[in-house]
């Protein structure tokens, strides 16, 4: 019989129930697996950078001439049939007659994840349901092992650092980033290579991916000694963040909202002559005259330039709040509806939600840039750079750029990039890209960007993210631990919070104090250390409405003392953050890490979800409950440890017990580290 392999362009490709399977080598120890029904695609986007040269990759195609091979999942076993073999570094991919998949470490065969049929008949590990113009319903079925542990997945607030038994929606909401990359406890790493719509399963019994509306499935898993080997890979494949801004590591000051030029430069004024530092300051939304016009309202601002002169003088950038929606009244409106820059819906019109904007009274129509179409990104660039960048801005909050559509159906949604089921999540990282890019292309290396949401590879535009509109209690703040653990584990390695979370939060209510003297030691110890929130007294939605105070004088004497005392410090360790950014740049690891990225051996390491390391050296335990004046405190195996207030040491592998009195976090360093936590 005629085989059913064949070699193709460095790769492997099985053909059989009008099914192709391609497996090919996509760097070290790593390979991208696609299955489609017909010929494979690369019209589709996804998150990989194109394919490194093939190396040194063996492929073994077993001799099946004159062998019965039954196609029907009946008859005679196919398993006694020899498999072909894709061998890449320290991963092997085995491919059986019945075009199954099982990947194994190289060298001792020991298995790191094989496909599961879903039906010892039908469906099989792969199903392609049609739902329509071409696209299907896919889903791609695995093994599930004991014991396995799944991290990453973006950004989500159940306070959940592994994965396992739980169910993850692929879509982009606010506060919740859909990246999806999971890292197993056993070995592997895997991208689900699709931007689509869709759900990841991953239960007990096994694990399922599905994209709702798409053409082909795509992921590419990789194999590594160790969780950083991993991620290094992944890294790799889907692009390395750029350098981070030294200015960019110092305290940043935000609030909803400073109305105006004057109001913004008093808080900044008042920072400088308290000695208090101050790295970055926010002007934010309704700065601007109408949505999607993307520049400052002369009433409000009337000399933007030499605001951003001023602040310069102070030491201080400013960042300026943009986002993708359009009002019908803007003034761009009708070029960018005329040119097609905007997301559409099924029937052709431009993709409406409702919003309150300046001017108006009742909620307005807005469009959305469509920012998949290289000719919308260079439009808006175009405008940014007229309006704020020739003034000395590069610094871009780009909020609400899930995009903030309410309803939200994709499936009613058609992009440049395709159908909106099949594209949808890769918005907010498109829209990073006409930022990064366009700086790139202006000479300007010194900007970045700073979004509510993410896809694989946004890490590659230079942006940050924060973890969006968050409650205002310690039951929110304990879930940022894990959230910011995973998003690190998902390739994006500048994060942050709303330090006293978004909604709400009364600066003169003692409770409330506490939260954010706690968020506060928190921040200081994020990757981005930036105070914002939605405080209390509330305007309704509006251009007139801002929130109540929110600078660091607002929430008492003795919160003023304590939160200065971690600026001065943040101050100190400076150079500290800045090494870990760098080392994001060169290696994809993370700046926050859990501890089993330090300590894989330790098992207790991988069930920790209340501590972490900034970089190697610092063991961060944050206060997350009211009243609290010390905290168990877990320390690896492998590492000595001691406090960084008092010098105490302790063996590792155990649990103690450290103070933790209200100005105080506890922190530990590793081993003979040394960095200026304590006051001289």
Known sequence: M??????????????????????????????????????????????????????????TVPDLTGRRVFKNGLGSPTDALPPATVVNGRLTAEITAEGELRFTRTGDDGELLAERRAHFW???????????????????????????????????QQGRLDRKNTVVDLVQRNTEITIPFVLSSRGYGLLWNSPAV???????????????????????????????????HYADATGHAPEFPEWATGFWQCKLRYRTQAELLEVAREHKRRGLPMSVIVADFFHWTRLGDWKFDPEEWPDPAAMVTELDELGIRLMVSIWPS????????????????????????????????????????????????????????????????????N??????????????????????????????????????????????????????????????????????????????????????????????????????????????????????????????????????????????????????????????????????????????????????VAEQMRTAAREGLPVMRPLFLEFPADDACWTVTDQYLLGPDLLVAPVTGAGAVAREVYLPRGARWRC??????????????????????PLLLRDDATLPIAEA
Not at 644 to 665: C, H, K, M, N
């Open 122 to 156: 039908w469906p099989g590990t792969r199903v392609h349901t049609p739902v329509g113009h071409g696209h299907q319903r896919l889903e791609q079925y695995f093994a599930a092992y004991e014991g396995e542990r799944l991290y990453g997945l973006g950004q989500h």
């Open 395 to 576: 610094l871009w909050w780009l909020d609400a750029c899930e995009p903030e559509m309410k309803p939200a159906h994709p499936a009613n949604l058609r992009y440049h990039a395709g159908h909106g089921q099949e594209v949808a999540n890769l918005y907010p990282r498109e829209i990073a890209r006409a930022f990064h890019e366009g700086m790139a292309a202006s000479g300007n290396t010194d900007g970045m960007s700073f979004a509510r949401s993410a896809w694989a590879g946004s890490q590659r535009y230079g942006t940050a993210v924060w973890s969006g509109d968050i409650g205002t209690d310690f039951a929110a703040l304990r879930t940022q631990i894990a959230a910011g653990l995973s998003i690190g584990l998902s390739g994006i390695p500048w994060w942050t919070t709303d330090i006293g979370g978004f909604h709400g939060g009364d600066p003169d209510d003692p409770a409330y104090r506490e939260v954010i003297v706690r968020w506060f030691q928190f921040g200081a110890f994020c990757p981005i250390f930036r105070l914002h929130g939605f405080r209390v007294p509330w305007l309704p939605l509006g251009g007139e409405m801002t929130g109540g105070p929110n600078e660091v004088w607002s929430y008492g004497p003795e919160a003023y003392e304590v939160m200065c005392r971690y600026l001065r410090l943040r101050e100190r360790i400076r150079p500290y």
């Open 2 to 59: 005629a085989s059913m392999f064949r070699e193709h362009d460095g790769g492997l490709e099985w053909r059989g129930r009008h099914e192709t399977l391609r497996v090919e080598p996509w760097g070290p120890d790593a390979l991208r697996v696609r299955a489609v029904l017909g010929a494979v695609r690369d019209d589709i986007p996804g998150a990989l950078l194109d394919r490194p040269a093939p190396g040194a990759a063996r492929i």
């Open 326 to 393: 359009v009002n019908q009244s803007s003034e761009n409106y009708d070029e960018m509806e005329r040119r097609g820059l905007f997301a559409a819906n099924e029937y052709g019109t431009a993709a409406h939600a409702t919003w309150i904007d300046k001017g108006s009274d009742s909620r307005i129509s807005v469009a959305f840039l469509d920012p998949t179409n290289p000719e919308a990104r260079a439009y808006v660039w175009d405008k940014v750079r007229r309006n704020y960048q020739e003034m000395g801005i």
């Open 198 to 232: 869709g759900r990841v399963e991953l239960a007990d019994s096994g694990t399922r991916w599905v994209a709702d509306s798409a053409r082909q499935i795509d992921y590419w898993i990789t194999a590594g000694d160790t969780p950083a080997d991993i991620l290094r």
């Open 644 to 665: 960084a207030w008092t010098g105490v040491r302790y063996e590792g592998s155990t649990t103690v017990t450290v103070d933790a009195p209200l100005d105080r976090i």
